[in-house]
């Protein structure tokens, strides 16, 4: 069973950045990519970015491409989101998730393990 702990949200203008955190508590040997999404308010969760478990592959939705850097350390079973650029929009509750795959997924459908969220909130 995967237990998933995200941290580092906070309020930052814009602009600003932020990197958020998520800590992996895993009992298998299974391999297993992890993938960022965020509930902004009034909305449903979304995609944001996922990595394969090599940290070889990574994705991003068009809306923070460029801006957002995912990474993570399977020594250390962490997975970064590194956020630049901050714009209002951003804001959200920010959730990490862990596959059921090896291979990094856009799709929430192809996660099976959630954290409880961290809440980052962009000030204009």
């Known amino acids: 069973q995967v237990h998933l702990v995200e941290s580092g949200g906070g309020l930052v203008q814009a602009g600003g950045s932020l990197r958020l955190s998520c800590v992996v508590s895993?009992?298998?040997?299974?391999?297993?990519?992890m993938g960022w999404f965020r509930r902004a308010p009034g909305k449903e969760r979304e995609f944001v970015s996922a990595?394969?478990?090599?940290?070889?592959?990574?994705y991003y939705a068009d809306s923070v491409k460029g801006r957002f850097t995912i990474s993570r350390d399977n020594v250390k079973n962490t997975v970064s989101l590194q956020m630049n650029s901050l714009k209002p929009e951003d804001t959200a509750v920010y959730y990490c998730?862990?596959?059921?795959?090896?291979?990094?997924?856009?799709?929430?459908?192809?996660?099976?393990?959630w954290g409880q969220g961290t809440q980052v909130t962009v000030s204009a």
């Open positions: 998730a862990a596959s059921t795959y090896a291979s990094a997924r856009r799709s929430q459908n192809e996660y099976r393990s």
């Open positions: 895993e009992r298998t040997d299974s391999r297993y990519a």
């Open positions: 990595i394969s478990w090599s940290g070889g592959t990574s």
